[in-house]
């Protein structure tokens, strides 16, 4: 016959638990942590897979094509330097990181995933410091990387002097940085906008309306006026790295860089004060 268990008392039921260690050590997050995550964030998203690919397409595809037509018909540029023929491709592809710029945090606003990211990282400054070097760092290396590959092709196909130290320096590393420097620029107005598509919709205005309006400036009174959008536009200033210029006068050399810079730290000091300000 089997005895029956012995009633235990209710404090020997309900004893209390003693204090719980966890096995992982507890640190405070860093802004390396939160670097990490931005990055596999960003190369998890297939858009951005997507939109990086065909910038890339984009810029090796309209390069060659350029120097391919320039080879058929006239391979004797003159004075126009050899890699100038890389705007083209650089221009177009400027959209895609405008695009990619906005989608980095507009996006997270548009899903709700701000509330995890800002749950996970309560420090908005880190969040948006995170976001702005994975960023900067990932268009910086594919765009100089890329514009390289092209003004190598390009020299290869036309005959003509060949470009100086300081000219390939300019058409690559100095594309590279203005192209990213412009993403920057995306991506605050991104956290400033909060919506993708008027983000976007602004930024492809900030880059085309100037050019745009100068050239259907007729008047006289106007001229000055005229000139400036001509000088200060984004495709003329990005045309100066490339020592041809859509104004004769302006922006010259690393001009343009400092310019975009100086635009870009602006924006993103705006863009930390209405994230720090805003609810999510």
Known sequence: MTTPPTPQAPSQRHAPAGPYTSPIPVRRATLGDAIASEWTKIRSVRSTMWTLGVMIVLLIGIGLLAALVVNAVDSDLGSTPVLSLGFF??????????TLGVMTIASEYGTGMIRTTLTACP???????????VFFLLTFVITTVTTALVAVLQTALIDGAAPSGGEWLQATVGVGLYIATLGLLSLAVGAIIRHSAGAITIMIGVVLLPLVLAMFMFTDSLADLRLALFQYSIPSQLSAFYSTSVAESGPSGWDPLWIMLGTAAVAMFCAFVTLDRRDV
Do not use: D, F, P, Y
């Open 123 to 133: 420090s908005r400054a880190r969040v948006l410091g995170a976001k702005a070097i």
């Open 89 to 98: 491709g650089v221009l177009l592809g400027s959209i895609c990181v405008i």
